[in-house]
């Protein structure tokens, strides 16, 4: 073997072993949105990532462990960069609201990772720790930054009261049907009957910021 290959491999393999948790999270989440929880075997990780099963149980002890570092990977990352953003945002907090929906979209809705959402939710009975670790992780992180920005809103005089409870609530429910209506019923549709996400979070966003915007006296 030629010396230049010979010196190169070692620097090849540690790449390649380096890339393989990234590798193994990227094929899990595939086979956990086309088939669920439950009827993804770790084989199946393995093989798709091009690993042996061994590897993936070196960096992934169980499947539950391997499921759990997908969603901190996919759907704990977007709610970290949106806190992030709301610390540093300077405008009006309807434009902020806004602006969060929109990223919402385009950072996790439009991602292969939504379809997480769907299989916490047709699973959450048979895997209760898993849809433990989800709230904790992803839903209340979520709900409390958009608690937040709706009290900055009303502290800053933009927004009216209002039970920061059920609004918030009310602010993601429509989020999350869209993203259930696309890795369920959408497929099923005639082109006349899709809904194109960024009208509709457009729309939606139109209609809770009219609702929320304190009106200003004559």
Not at 7 to 34: C, I, N, Q, T
Request: hydrophobic share 40%.
């Amino acid at each position: 073997m030629p010396t230049a290959l010979m010196s190169e491999s070692p620097h090849r393999r540690e790449r390649r072993k380096e890339a393989r948790p990234g590798e193994l999270l990227d094929a899990a989440l595939d086979l956990f949105v086309e088939k669920g929880f439950a009827a993804t075997r770790a084989e199946e990780v393995a093989h798709r990532a091009g690993v042996s099963k061994g590897t993936l149980f070196l960096y992934f002890p169980s499947k539950e462990e391997l499921f759990k570092a997908v969603v901190l990977e996919s759907l704990a990352r977007p709610v970290s960069e949106g806190a992030q953003e709301l610390a540093q945002y300077e405008g009006h907090t309807a434009d902020l609201l806004r602006y969060l929906l929109e990223q919402w979209w385009t950072r996790y809705g439009s991602t292969k990772a939504s379809g997480i959402t769907k299989l916490v939710i047709s699973e959450a009975s048979n895997f209760p720790e898993l849809a433990r670790f989800y709230h904790q992780h992803v839903v209340l992180p979520g709900t409390d930054l958009v608690r937040r920005v709706i009290q900055r809103g009303i502290d800053r005089g933009e927004f009216r009261p209002v039970n920061l409870h059920l609004t918030v609530h009310a602010v993601m429910a429509p989020m999350i049907f869209l993203v259930m209506w696309k890795h369920s019923m959408a497929p099923c549709c005639s082109p006349n009957e899709t809904l194109d996400p960024e009208a509709f979070i457009a729309q939606h966003a139109d209609l809770l910021t009219r609702g929320l915007v304190k009106d200003v006296a004559p």
